[in-house]
């Protein structure tokens, strides 16, 4: 359906003004800089594979829902957070939190003064929330072709795809089946990668 990047955010007393400063700092003092974010998400993985590539170490607070991680960086408790898009954006834009980076390959429409990893030059992959609707595995041909054009009408109306935006960040994909398949196949592919190389538990 479509896909939204995450973002990195700091508590404005933090001296960053972007991601790129924030790691600095942790070159300079490891360990010392922290992050919170999902234990067990995709925002763990990211920031694992940001520090092997980057040469720098961050101390990793991990965090049972996106309520409490934004909760803690609000109040200090962290320096930093990474995590969805829409848990960060409200805060950003009232002044409570100063967005650093945002890891999608362009900058998003919903912060769009914030570069992205990329911009500043920090080595790692684009990295996105993503939605996709599933049918069981024998599913006729015809049903799923009639389900997916049935999703993309919808999700590009105009009823629609701006309030999937303006709530979550959505960039208003839908894809075919075929092409969604190639995607979480490669997507699949890198995380399970990121995951056996640093031995990254569920628990």
């Not at 955010?9 to 922290?34: L, T, V």
């Not at 101390?59 to 408790?77: E, H």
């Not at 890891?103 to 992959?125: A, H, M, N, V």
């Not at 590009?156 to 839908?174: H, T």
Request: hydrophobic share 40%; with cysteine; net charge neutral.
């Amino acid at each position: 359906m479509g896909r939204a990047p995450l973002a990195i955010a700091c508590h404005p007393d933090q001296p960053y003004k972007n991601f790129a400063d924030a790691m600095a700092d942790a070159r300079q003092r490891p360990g010392k800089p922290s992050v919170g974010v999902l234990s067990a998400s995709q925002a763990l993985l990211l920031i694992t594979h940001l520090q092997k590539e980057n040469g720098f170490d961050v101390n990793v607070i991990f965090y049972k829902g996106g309520a409490p991680t934004v909760q803690d960086l609000l109040a200090g408790v962290t320096d930093m957070a990474l995590t969805t898009l829409a848990a960060l954006e409200p805060h950003v834009r009232a002044g409570r939190l100063r967005a650093l980076a945002t890891t999608g390959d362009t900058r998003t429409p919903i912060l769009p003064d914030t570069p992205t990893l990329l911009e500043q030059g920090i080595k790692g992959y684009p990295t996105y929330s993503w939605w996709g609707i599933y049918a069981p595995a024998a599913t006729p041909r015809p049903i799923v072709e009639r389900m997916n054009a049935e999703v993309a009408k919808a999700v590009r109306s105009a009823e629609v795809a701006p309030k999937l935006a303006a709530q979550i960040g959505m960039e208003i994909l839908a894809t075919s089946p075929a092409s969604f398949a190639d995607f979480q196949k490669v997507e699949q592919e890198r995380w399970t990668r990121i995951i056996e190389e640093n031995g990254i538990k569920a628990d």
